[in-house]
């Protein structure tokens, strides 16, 4: 089971990391992604990675401002200038393929491993 921590309440314009690890998961030959879940909101994707070349999307809403990073044994996604709409729990998701194209990588659809999720809170 993968477990997302690092979780906390930052103020807007701060920075914030989480990860995502699982004891014996595999990470190098999957591709991983965060999404994240708002009050009453639908659960969105916010940023992913695929195995081997590390090639990585993200979400309009977070581009220049998040970055995931991965090793064999963590995931992590690094936020900066933070905004109180970036308030949600996020989850880390992880497939079982090394790579899907874009469309298909942006939807929660391919990823079969799911994390309890770990609350991030942007105070303004």
């Known amino acids: 089971q993968l477990v997302e921590t690092g979780g906390g309440l930052v103020q807007a314009g701060g920075s914030l990391r989480i990860s995502c690890a699982a004891p014996?998961?595999?990470?190098?030959?999957?591709?991983m992604a965060w999404f994240r879940q708002a009050p009453g909101k639908e659960r969105e994707f916010v940023g992913s990675?695929?195995?081997?070349?590390?090639t990585t999307y993200y979400a309009e809403s977070v581009r220049g401002r998040f970055a995931v990073a991965r090793d064999n044994a963590t995931f992590d996604l690094q936020m900066n200038s933070l905004k109180p709409e970036d308030t949600a729990i996020y989850y880390c998701?992880?497939?079982?393929?090394?790579?899907?194209?874009?469309?298909?990588?942006?939807?929660?659809?391919?990823?079969?491993?799911w994390g309890r999720g770990t609350q991030v809170t942007v105070s303004s």
């Open positions: 014996e998961f595999d990470f190098g030959n999957k591709a």
């Open positions: 998701a992880a497939d079982t393929a090394v790579w899907r194209p874009r469309n298909s990588a942006m939807t929660s659809t391919p990823y079969v491993y």
């Open positions: 990675i695929s195995a081997g070349l590390s």
